[in-house]
Structures are given as C-alpha cells and as structure tokens.
C-alpha cells in the first residue's frame, strides 16, 4: 500500500470567463520509506500539490488516495480525521509556542486530544531524543537555534505516528549548513520510520545526489535531473 497515490489529478480556479490551471493532470506515488523532493518554480503549483495531499483542497478531476484509502467521497470531518491520524505537516517556519518548552510543544498536541498519559509523554521523549534534541528538550525556543527549533516542529509533526510526511520549504529560514543537517533528518527519518515523505523545495542544493526530485512546471511534472 502506498502513503500517497495522486492519480491523474487537476486543479483548476475559475478566472473571469476562463480558468487557471493550478495542477494538470499529476500523478504520482509515495511509498513508505520514500523521500520524494518537488520543486519548481514559483506559481508552478507546489502549494497546490501539497494542499490536495494534505487534504486541504480537493481537486477539480483526479483521485487521491492516502495509505490505500480513496479520499476523494469523504466527508469534511472524516477529512479532518485523516489528516489527524495519517499526516504531518512540517512548515517553512515551526510557529512554536515561546513559553512552551520542546517538550511541551510536544505533548500539547495530545493534550488537544485530552491525553495526558506518561506513554504519550515517553513517546515524545524518544521523538526528541531521535531528531536530536534529547539534551535541550526542556529548554524554551528562545533559547534554541533555528536549526532546533525546526527539529522541534519535526518531531512534532511525528507525535501521531503519521503515514505521510508533508513538508512545505523546510530550510528556507536556516543557512546551508542547517538547512542540508535538516535534509538528511528528514531522509533518516523517513527510512527509519517507514514514511512517505513529499518535500517541497527550492532549495536543491540542500538535496542529496541519490534523492528523487521531480520538477513542477506551469502545473506540470517533469522528471529533474539528479542534483550534482
Ligand atoms: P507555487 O506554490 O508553486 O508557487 P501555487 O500552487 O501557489 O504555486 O499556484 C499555482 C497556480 O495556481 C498559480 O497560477 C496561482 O496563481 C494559482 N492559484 C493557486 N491558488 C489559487 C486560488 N485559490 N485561486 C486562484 N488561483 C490560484
Ligand atoms: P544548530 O546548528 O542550528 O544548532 P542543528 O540543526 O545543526 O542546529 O542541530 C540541532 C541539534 O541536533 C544540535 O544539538 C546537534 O548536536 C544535534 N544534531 C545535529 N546533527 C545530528 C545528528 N545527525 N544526529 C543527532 N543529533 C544531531
């Protein structure tokens, strides 16, 4: 079973008389354990690929399926549901509390859900310590740097044990050092964990030479050429 299959999907917006295509006809598949980069340029459709796979948008025609379930006759609420139990989405920016510490950004997102069991506060524990933070995961963002602070939002994007791992620019606050270090977490993490991971990024310099990258254009996909 696929995390994600999108199938011949397209987004299109009403523009006075005609339409602008934000998506045509794009299919593609994340495997779990699979790091698939998407970049493009600006207006090529990447927030709109990551809005149907986070099931914010529903595509004009096309299909989506999350972790072998057919998404597209799903009611708002079971919509909402899946993307609870089956996404993480990691931000360009983390948007952390500052008076929370990393731990108890952690452990507010089951809180949400009225759980405040010692399981849930372990499992948040070995999150941290896997993307490296267990050292600082009592400090405060204030007091971490832009490279923990976005480990801080990748580990909580994993506190419900997700299919599917949507990022969305993940290096474009952080220099290129951090930002390839934030790279190669989310690679580890995706084969340590069994995820799907979709990537959008800009930023290709960050990626690895073995990292599949597919380019979007004019709503497009094309195959990219491995990065040097
Ligand atoms: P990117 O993230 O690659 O910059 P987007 O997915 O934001 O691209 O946009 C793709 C195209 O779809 C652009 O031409 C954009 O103007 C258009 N578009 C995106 N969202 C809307 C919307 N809600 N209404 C009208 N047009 C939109
Ligand atoms: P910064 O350089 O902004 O402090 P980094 O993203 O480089 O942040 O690292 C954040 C934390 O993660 C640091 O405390 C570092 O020791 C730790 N760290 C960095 N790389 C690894 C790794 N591959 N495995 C485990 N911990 C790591």
Redesign the pocket.
């Given at each position: 079973v696929q995390a994600l299959e999108i199938d011949q999907v397209t987004v299109r917006f009403r523009d006075g008389e005609g339409w602008t295509y934000a998506l045509r006809d794009v299919s593609l598949t994340v495997a779990p354990g699979e790091f698939l980069a998407v970049t493009g340029p600006s207006g090529s459709g990447k927030s709109t690929l990551l809005a149907v796979a986070g099931l914010l948008l529903t595509p004009t025609e096309g299909t989506v399926r999350l972790a072998g379930r057919e998404v597209g006759g799903a009611t708002a609420k079971t919509r909402t549901d899946l993307r609870r139990s089956d996404i993480g989405f990691v931000f360009q920016q983390p948007h952390l509390l500052g008076s929370l510490t990393a731990l108890e950004q952690l452990q507010m997102v089951a809180r949400l859900d009225g759980d405040r069991s010692a399981a849930t506060t372990q499992h948040a524990k070995d999150l941290l310590e896997q993307v490296?933070?267990g050292?600082?995961m009592h400090k405060r963002p204030s007091t971490l740097?832009?490279?923990?602070r976005q480990?801080v939002g990748i580990a909580r994007a994993l506190m419900g044990d997700p299919e599917l791992l949507l990022v969305d620019e993940p290096t474009s606050a952080l220099d290129h050092e951090?930002g390839v270090?934030?790279v190669?977490?989310l690679r580890t993490l995706t084969h340590e964990r069994g995820l799907g991971t979709l990537v959008v990024t800009h930023d290709l310099g960050t990626l690895g030479s073995d990292d599949e990258v597919i380019r979007l254009v004019d709503g497009k996909l094309a195959v990219e050429e491995p990065v040097d």
């Amino acid at each position: 079973v696929q995390a994600l299959e999108i199938d011949q999907v397209t987004v299109r917006f009403r523009d006075g008389e005609g339409w602008t295509y934000a998506l045509r006809d794009v299919s593609l598949t994340v495997a779990p354990g699979e790091f698939l980069a998407v970049t493009g340029p600006s207006g090529s459709g990447k927030s709109t690929l990551l809005a149907v796979a986070g099931l914010l948008l529903t595509p004009t025609e096309g299909t989506v399926r999350l972790a072998g379930r057919e998404v597209g006759g799903a009611t708002a609420k079971t919509r909402t549901d899946l993307r609870r139990s089956d996404i993480g989405f990691v931000f360009q920016q983390p948007h952390l509390l500052g008076s929370l510490t990393a731990l108890e950004q952690l452990q507010m997102v089951a809180r949400l859900d009225g759980d405040r069991s010692a399981a849930t506060t372990q499992h948040a524990k070995d999150l941290l310590e896997q993307v490296g933070l267990g050292s600082v995961m009592h400090k405060r963002p204030s007091t971490l740097s832009g490279g923990q602070r976005q480990r801080v939002g990748i580990a909580r994007a994993l506190m419900g044990d997700p299919e599917l791992l949507l990022v969305d620019e993940p290096t474009s606050a952080l220099d290129h050092e951090r930002g390839v270090a934030i790279v190669d977490l989310l690679r580890t993490l995706t084969h340590e964990r069994g995820l799907g991971t979709l990537v959008v990024t800009h930023d290709l310099g960050t990626l690895g030479s073995d990292d599949e990258v597919i380019r979007l254009v004019d709503g497009k996909l094309a195959v990219e050429e491995p990065v040097d």
